[in-house]
């Protein structure tokens, strides 16, 4: 079957099917913990069973080897995993710390979800992000609305077939379709909304958002900088550079957008990444089959044009690369040094096999140039230099920071994942996914019993009758600034470990006295 062949969503349906989600909802079917580990089970076995199938889509939309393949699909399968792991420890609730006035009360944070929500994926991971945020969602007990990318036709229409299969049809639909589908969705109400894409496209969804008072999650890119220090092994970093950048062809939003390169290792550097393309994707980067195409001809004419105006500067070093072709969508790894920050490989997000190389003094100029930037989603830091690393991680901000690798923190499972200010707002993955889709909502259960009320007592006027109790209450129910004190005590001295090794003593010590018949007192 060719999967590209499919019927978008007819418009008019759009809000009888997000009405009806909103019914289901209702039902409270999607709340058990039963229902929501089923579907995540069937989550796992649709990624593991259709593996092939998947990346074939894949291949065709992107020409994704099977490095991309991994990083597309096997990632959301982990992530099911890890969530299945903890599923009732997540979305337990949580008790309260007692307090004098709330002794014999049950106080606790409940995990509920948020109702109805949708999620709109991209183009350049097509799978990863409709299925990612999928797993955090279907994990909290809400009901989803599925939007793939238009743009990767064959893995929406995968997806459009496929998802019905899989899941309970009357908690779990997508939708397909352009520009007017996406429209129709943000007319709707909805309980959340997750996009993942671009700044221009997460502004109008924020604006849509805004008239329902709609909360959202935005993960969207930017430039993501990179710094190369002097103390670093050369190749190491190299290889590992090329590596990120090149993985999908350059179309991910985590990939190194720039290099800021310390004067002392620049030409050491340069023929180490030159080395490095050689190395992992052949002399002929067109005809190996490992290296992956831009997703479609306007992307590819809109590198082509970036690409082309750099060039056109004289100060440009071109070490590899510059070759194109429009009409098999691709485009060569192009490095280029002497790169300046008012360039145009330095406008905007390249989003494409184009690294451009800037030499700096040291740390404090590759600060100086970061900060002036939006705030990125990674910020990426080659150095073996702990002082150096320290300083540059607080002197800037961005939604996640990796040091010596790259694009690993896309698949820790226990690291939020999200980016901040133009970068996007909102985190997801592990638990930081379930808590994305729910609703911490505090309960507060008081008894109706004599006791309980005697204590109540102590807060109804007149208090002036009653100063002493009313005194007490206040001192042991109010929270007060703790001493120096106690600061330094909760600080320098290891509690934990004290009580451990305590109980771990008292084991042994119980041991030897049974050991000797019994003898506890001898």
Partial sequence: MDHAQHRPTDLDEIPKIVESLHVHFNTNKTKPIEWRRDQLNKLYSFIIDQESLLA?????????????????????SREAAHTIEHLEEWTAPQASQKTLFTMFDNNQTLTEPLGVVCIIGAWNYPIQLVLGPMVAALAAGNCILLKPSEISTHCEALLAEWVPRIFD????????????????????????????????????IMQAAA??????????????????????????????????????????????????????????LLAAVKKAI????????????????IINKNHTQRLAAVLERQLALSHSNVITGGEYDIDSHYVAPLVVA?????????????????????????EDEAIRIINKRDHPLC??????????????????RSGTVSI???????????????????????????????????????????????????????????????????????????????????????????????????????????????????????
């Fill in 404 to 522: 010596n690798d790259y694009l690993v923190n896309m698949i820790v499972s226990d690291l939020p994942f999200g980016g901040v200010g133009a970068s996007g707002m909102g985190k997801y993955h592990g638990k930081s996914g379930i808590l994305t889709f729910s609703n911490q909502r505090a309960m507060v259960w008081r008894k109706s019993d004599m006791l309980s009320e005697k204590i109540h007592e102590l807060v109804y006027p007149p208090f002036g009758l009653k100063p002493l109790p009313f005194a007490l209450v206040n001192y042991f129910t109010g929270y007060r600034k703790p001493s120096d004190l106690k600061l330094a005590f909760n600080r320098y001295v290891p509690v934990r470990f004290i009580l451990g090794v305590v109980v771990v003593g008292l084991v042994f010590e119980i041991g030897r006295r049974v050991g000797r018949g019994g003898a506890f007192f001898a």
């Fill in 169 to 204: 049809t009357d908690a779990v639909k997508i939708v397909t379709g352009g520009i007017s589908c996406s429209t129709a969705l943000l007319q709707q109400k909805f309980d959340h909304i997750f996009y993942t894409g671009n700044g221009n496209v997460g502004r109008i």
């Fill in 278 to 293: 050689s190395e992992l994707y052949g002399l002929d980067t067109k005809n190996t089959a490992h290296y992956g195409r």
């Fill in 338 to 362: 002497q790169v300046r920050e008012t360039d145009p490989l330095m406008e905007d997000e390249i989003f494409g096999p184009l690294l451009p190389i800037l030499e700096v003094e040291n």
């Fill in 56 to 76: 074939e889509a894949l291949y065709k939309d992107l020409r994704k080897d099977a490095s991309s393949v991994m990083a597309d699909i096997m990632i959301v």
């Fill in 211 to 268: 008239k329902n008072l709609t909360p959202i999650t935005l993960e969207l890119g930017g430039k993501c900088p990179t710094y190369v220090d002097d103390a670093v092994n050369v190749d190491l970093v190299a290889k590992r550079l090329v590596w990120a950048k090149l993985l999908n062809a350059g179309q991910t939003c985590l990939a190194p957008d720039y290099v800021l390169v310390h004067k002392a290792v620049m030409p050491q």
């Fill in 379 to 396: 910020l990426y830091i080659n150095s073996d230099d702990k002082a150096v690393v320290r300083k540059i991680v607080g002197s800037t």
